[in-house]
């Protein structure tokens, strides 16, 4: 649709009135990209977007308002501007879920990897869809960003627009982007072109113009434009009086413009919910001899790849030691986007924000680094929970039992972490029984992300088990054949065969519990848990210890960093040898 310059500015002067009445309503908000990214907005959904192929990313979360009275004025089915940031109403930064909203932004320069994500969706999915993302001085400075941005530029995407809101102010004052954008970005394989954000024309010619790879606009603009604090730190937030904003929006509305966006609007199709594919299951052998759980992952994954599954799986650089490239499996590059896996590089964090983006497409996606550098990623895992993503995280090298490298590379606070992270699958399998079930679970998700934490060490085999008990997430794996039971070890992943040592030396009256994933017990009701956890309750994890009090009366765990040496060296000085832990417990427990 060609709209005049005229009009253009008609229109978003209108889209500015009502995301100040949203503001104004709120008594809150970001009144500065408001007044001065309202006409880049505009020429995004007036001119280029199509809604049913395209997307719009808003990576500079804090103009939701913007993004709100927009969808609203184009025709979406958003509800009330006035319920902004009130309970039950438009959320203060966008959240995915609302009509017309691609994505969760908010913390920076999230929603740039997102918009990589879907880009790289679209090229896979041959959609023909091109992906605009309004980003901030803020999102740039981001180490997430510049990750995504490295990444964009190796895979060439030229369906890829990033428009920069640039105007120089964040809120501490001057911006502390790089000295030079435009040669960064032309560096890392960008097309750059710079419009006056304010200028139609500019801004029509800077995105319609061919692009050679991805393309990179710099906008400038002027943070408040209008407003009596435009230009400084202050016309960032809320920094005006209800008198200056309701004389701001009797200057801006227009009735021209909204005569133009109601000419404009469509009846929009309420966004349907995403429809994952379907991965069948595949049934693999127990093992009958010592392996790791990240091999026996690597054989699963391979199986169902082999069959046709449709997921898009990678690395941050690490595909072999996770065992996720496996064999067949066609590599996504810049000249064919049509594979199945992704060599995201040393990006961490830009991959789970990427996996966020595809998952935000409809594309499921699972990657994998180290435990231990789960945390360089924490932002975008988050993402994922608040927006029901069914991303999948797979991380290897689970414990101090990682040896030689040393304590940079021993998680072990970690896994308490993640099981912190509200609506997020945490599984540690200890067999191949279990590991099937940790990925199908995970691949029949539709509203939650997972993660898959493997070790590095061969473990020793623990018996078969009835899936039915699997899924309640603990059950129990040995029993030491006594009439009444005194004790119960839970144990997880690597240490479940440790526990079973344990309870051997201990005697009778003894039993194990394998608990895979604690969220799934803790969902089962009082009457199961009690049946599983019977008489004085030891937990036996190699990581924090405080979680497992929730259930156990004993703990052995680490609670400090650990150390350089062979593996199995570091693991029994850290405390993991089923003598030592099974006299610590005759000395807590005299009926033993």
């Known amino acids: 649709m060609k709209i005049d310059s005229k009009n253009l500015h008609e229109m978003s002067n209108a889209l500015r009135a009502d995301a100040l009445r949203a503001i104004a309503a709120a008594k809150s908000g970001h009144v500065g990209i408001v007044l001065g990214a309202a006409d880049i907005v505009t020429m995004i959904y007036a001119v280029f977007l199509n809604p049913v192929r395209d997307r719009f990313v808003l990576s500079a979360g804090h103009g939701s308002a913007l993004l709100y009275a927009v969808l609203k004025l184009a025709g979406y089915n958003i509800g009330d501007l006035k319920s902004f940031r009130q309970i039950g109403g438009l959320p203060g930064h966008p959240e995915f879920g609302i009509d017309g909203v691609c994505a969760t932004t908010g913390p920076l320069g999230q929603g740039v990897a997102n918009a990589v994500g879907m880009a790289i969706a679209a090229k896979h999915n041959k959609t023909g869809g091109r992906v605009y993302c309004l980003c901030s001085d803020g999102d740039l400075m981001e180490g997430v960003a510049q990750e995504a941005i490295g990444f964009a530029g190796r895979y060439k995407l030229d369906n890829l627009v990033l428009l920069w809101d640039n105007n120089g102010i964040s809120i501490d004052g001057v911006a502390q982007v790089d000295k030079n954008v435009s040669m960064r970005m032309r560096a890392a394989g ?10 139609m024309n500019e801004l029509y010619d800077a995105i319609s113009a061919p692009a050679t790879g991805p393309l990179f606009v710099c906008c400038d603009t002027m943070l408040g434009q209008g407003a009596s604090v435009s230009g400084t730190a202050r016309a960032h937030g809320f920094a005006i009086d209800e008198a200056e904003i309701t004389n701001l929006i ?90 199945r896996y992704i060599n995201y590089g040393v990006r961490e964090h830009a991959m789970a924000a990427i996996m966020n983006g595809m998952a935000y497409a409809g594309v499921r996606a699972a990657g994998s680094t180290f435990l231990v550098f789960s945390d360089y990623m924490r932002g975008a895992m988050r993402l994922s929970a608040i927006s029901g993503l069914p991303v999948i995280y797979v991380l290897t090298h689970d414990s101090v039992a990682v040896g030689p490298d040393g304590p940079t590379h021993q998680p072990v606070e970690q896994l308490a972490g993640l099981r912190l992270i509200p609506n997020m699958n945490v599984f540690r399998p200890c067999n191949m029984a279990e590991v099937a079930w940790a990925w199908q679970t995970a691949l029949s998700e539709t509203n939650r992300p997972s993660c898959i934490v493997l070790s590095r060490q061969a473990i020793a085999p623990v018996g078969d088990a009835i899936l039915g008990e699997i899924k309640c997430g603990g059950y129990v794996v040995y029993e030491s054949g006594a009439a009444r039971v005194k004790m119960t070890i839970v144990a997880t992943g690597a240490e479940v065969p440790l526990a079973i040592n344990v309870a051997r030396i201990l005697g009778s009256a003894v039993r194990v519990v394998s608990m895979p994933s604690v969220a799934h017990f803790r969902a089962m009701d009082e009457k199961y848990r009690d049946k599983i956890l019977v008489g004085t309750v030891v937990a036996i994890e190699a990581s924090a210890t405080a979680p497992w009090f929730e259930f156990a009366d004993i703990v052995v765990g680490i609670d400090d960093f650990g150390l350089s040496g062979a593996a199995d060296m570091v693991y029994r000085v850290c405390g993991f040898d089923a003598e030592k832990i099974a006299r610590a417990i005759r000395t807590k427990i005299k009926h033993v």
Not at 254 to 277: C, M, N, P, Q, V
């Open 190 to 199: 960008w097309t750059v072109r710079a419009a006056d954000g304010t200028d």
């Open 250 to 339: 009797k200057h801006l509305d227009s009735a021209t413009g909204r005569d133009l966006w109601r000419k404009f609007a469509r009846t929009h199709k309420r966004t349907e919910k995403i429809k994952y594919a379907n991965v069948p299951a595949v049934s693999l052998q127990q093992k009958t001899s010592a392996v790791s759980t990240r091999e026996m992952s690597g054989e699963y994954l391979a199986a169902i790849m082999k069959r046709g599954a449709d997921i898009i799986i990678g690395s941050a650089d690490l595909g072999q030691s996770t065992n996720m490239r496996v064999a067949g499996v066609r590599e996504i590059t810049a000249d064919n986007f049509f594979g």
